[in-house]
């Protein structure tokens, strides 16, 4: 029997359907906002439209549970609440052709309205027009219920709640809270830096200190050293390039990159296009380029541009989150832009800084292959492999070989300088008490924060990092930074210590006891005398008697105040009882103190709160300055200021025959005595300098601005530029 065959039945064409409208939302969604670093670059952008100078921006479990921006702009009308978060409802364009000329950075209207979808959303806003703000809640597009009258202030402030609740893929797919809060991080520290003109506050939710914060109307250059840190700052070169020929490239940029010192594991590239940020890879691949043939292997930069183009010559509408645009001539502009980066760069680095690794405590030596009788040693195969000589740095400070000290005749002149007491001091110095604590007086803090803000970051850094080597006269001290060599006046870094060290010990002083109390009556008189004999003072200054009283009535009106914030106590007889103890370690020279008790009835204002502690405080420095002692240096010209008097020598001359007359006048020339105590004041000097002042120098000072270029820290010698000169010689 046959069986038919039978035909298989043809598949049928799938059905095509028209989605649902929530589903095509949601996918939306998911295009423009990919994640938390997204969403907040919207509102960014939409916080800068508004005309905002200052953003502050809440951010809780890397953005997926909370981000909160807050903005002084303009705000929202009443009227546009209902249909804010609608798809394409936007103030920015109106027709097509707008396209052409956009000028802000949001014009889609589509971010809100993604947000809406995949997260909850809550705005409340305030125009300047208005008595009070309005809060409103958003769901898929569409407003629930009426605006909410609430307190608010003039801006906008937008909550966008648990995104991606919706998403369970999307959201299970951000297993590291802080790896997305770092980007954003990154978003803001971008747009801190290129929007300077604004305020940028990032914070995580429940902390106090911000991650970002930088100031509005600072310098870009300001912006990028609070944001990327110092390290970045003094390593970078202002570059810049433009064309107007529309056949090439019609464009002209601004920016700053790093030099050849600089080098990081990641490149750091910040690109705004017409205030957009925006990514380029032909840019940056380009600049790579010039990179790797300037720094070690694997080595990266730190690379700012903003780029302005005409706006017609620009397409912002191709990628949903808008970070990348098109533009004419990409391939010109790309060229025109490597080849000024990598003129700068050639033109900028004529020095490299080298840095070299500080042997650990207890390591043993390296033999340098030379043996005491000028013969190879067993290690001289391993000589190949050290630096190039002109690039050697000294720098195990303990070392005393290279110092001055080790060229002078040395003398047995303090017994304080054995080993033991010079580690005492030391771990004393560094053990003092927090510098950051401080009086909670608004005055205080306003003249704290002074010196935080006048900060120079490069000489904070040289600082920091120096070895001390010598003195080279009564002022200046030698100290060498990597490669450099500089001199410091170490009385104006010493006085500038003693005035920081004043305000952030104030109201914690430790206190230091006068074995006999000193009248400050008679110390005034003391110093009005000296003021005499320099020609400072004349009889038409007034009464020196009278001066006197006046300063030690004002001392005693203000004796409680000083002995509660300064440790400086005054007692009812007008005596001086105790001084503060303002660097640890450390005793001011009592010859200065007549001249300290004159300066606070001439120099301090008691008048106002903070210009009183200011002027007190800076009083205070210039008596704990290390001010060169009275005594002249004996083994300077300054040995004829202890010559006896000749009379002195002559009368005992006159008892003996002329021989012994002459080995007399020999004998008795010098006051011995007091050549001694010259020597013992100066010694003392030069030693509290080194393992005083300049640990201390290292750990508290906060060097200001100005001295960069009043001549407290001079550079006099660069051991690359040395090695060229010998190199031609």
């Known amino acids: 029997m046959e069986v038919e065959a039978v035909a298989p039945a043809k598949a049928l064409p799938p059905q095509i359907r028209r989605l649902d409208e929530a589903v095509v939302n949601r996918i939306a969604a998911g295009e423009v906002i990919q994640r938390p670093a997204s969403a907040l670059k919207e509102l960014l952008e939409n916080s800068i439209d508004a005309g905002s100078s200052s953003i502050a921006i809440t951010v809780k479990e890397g953005g997926l549970k909370l981000i909160q921006i807050a903005d002084n702009g303009h705000g929202i009308r009443y009227e546009d609440l ?342 005492a001091t030391r771990r004393a110095v560094r053990q003092r008490r927090n510098p950051n604590e401080s009086a909670d007086l608004t005055s205080v803090q306003e003249l704290l924060e002074t010196i935080d803000q006048e900060t120079h970051a490069g000489l904070w850094d040289i600082l920091k990092n120096c070895s001390y080597i010598g003195m080279a006269d009564h002022l200046l001290a030698l100290s060498q930074h990597k490669t450099q060599l500089y001199l410091f006046d170490v009385v104006k870094l010493s006085k500038e210590l003693m005035y920081q060290q004043a305000l952030r010990r104030f109201g914690r002083f430790n206190a230091m006891s006068l074995t006999n109390p000193a009248p400050v009556h008679d110390l005034v008189l003391l110093a009005l005398d000296e003021e005499e004999r320099l020609g400072r003072w004349t009889e038409s200054d007034g009464s020196k008697d009278e001066i006197a009283k006046l300063n030690t009535k004002i001392l005693l009106a203000k004796a409680e105040m000083l002995r509660e914030y300064f440790a400086f106590d005054v007692d009812a007889a007008g005596n001086v009882c105790t001084i503060p103890v303002v660097l640890d370690q450390y005793t001011p020279d009592m010859d200065c103190l007549p001249r300290f008790l004159l300066s606070l009835g001439n120099c301090v204002d008691w008048d106002t709160e903070k210009m009183c502690f200011e002027t007190f405080a800076a009083a205070l420095a210039d008596f704990y300055a290390m001010h060169p002692p009275m005594l002249p240096n004996p083994t300077d010209d300054g040995l004829s200021f202890f010559k006896l008097q000749k009379g002195q020598a002559s009368s005992q001359a006159e008892k003996a025959s002329q021989e012994e007359a002459d080995m007399q006048m020999e004998d008795t020339d010098i006051d011995e005595e007091l050549v001694g105590e010259a020597e013992k004041v100066w010694a003392q000097r030069v030693w509290t300098i080194e393992h005083v002042l300049f640990p201390a120098l290292r750990l508290f000072l906060k060097p200001p601005k100005h001295m960069a270029t009043d001549g407290t820290a001079v550079q006099v010698a660069c051991l690359e530029n040395l090695y060229r000169i010998f190199e031609r010689c």
């Open 82 to 423: 209902p249909i804010l978060c609608e798809r394409h409802t936007t103030s920015k364009l109106k027709e097509f052709e707008d396209l052409q000329t956009i000028n802000t950075l949001g014009f889609r209207g589509e971010a809100l309205a993604s947000m809406t979808f995949v997260a909850h959303l809550t705005v409340t806003t305030m125009t300047a027009d208005q008595n009070h703000g309005y809060r409103a809640s958003y769901k898929d597009g569409v407003m629930e219920g009426e605006p909410r009258p609430c307190a608010a202030v003039k801006g906008t402030q937008i909550m966008v709640e648990n995104l991606f609740y919706n998403v369970a893929a999307r959201r299970k797919a951000f297993k590291n809270p802080a790896e997305e809060y770092g980007r954003i991080l990154d978003v803001v520290s971008k747009f801190s830096i290129h929007k300077n003109e604004v305020s940028f506050l990032c914070k995580k939710h429940g902390d106090s200190r911000a991650d970002v914060h930088t100031m509005a109307s600072t310098t870009r250059l300001d912006a990028i050293r609070a944001v990327y840190g110092p390290g970045v700052a003094r390593e970078l070169i202002e570059v810049s390039a433009s064309d107007d020929d529309p056949l090439r490239a019609e464009f002209e940029m601004k920016g700053f990159i790093t030099s050849a010192n600089y080098s990081a594991k990641k490149t750091t590239f910040v690109l705004f296009i017409n205030d957009r940020l925006v990514e380029c890879s032909a840019l940056r691949k380009a600049i790579e380029v010039v990179y790797a043939a300037i720094l070690p292997k694997a080595s990266k930069p730190f690379v700012y541009m903003s780029i302005c183009l005409p706006s017609e010559h620009v397409d912002v509408n191709v990628h949903p989150t808008k970070k990348e645009v098109s533009f004419l001539n990409q391939e010109a502009l790309v060229d025109s832009i490597q080849k000024a980066v990598e003129a700068k760069l050639m033109t900028s680095n004529t020095s490299r800084t080298f840095y070299t690794q500080t042997m650990l405590p207890g390591a043993a030596q390296v033999s340098n292959g030379i043996s005491s009788e000028g013969s190879p040693t067993a290690n001289a195969g391993v000589q190949s492999q050290k630096a190039p000589v002109n690039k050697l740095v000294r720098v195990d400070s303990s070392n005393p070989a290279g110092r001055l000290h080790a060229f002078l005749h040395k003398k047995d002149m303090m017994a304080s300088n054995s080993d033991r007491e010079l580690a």
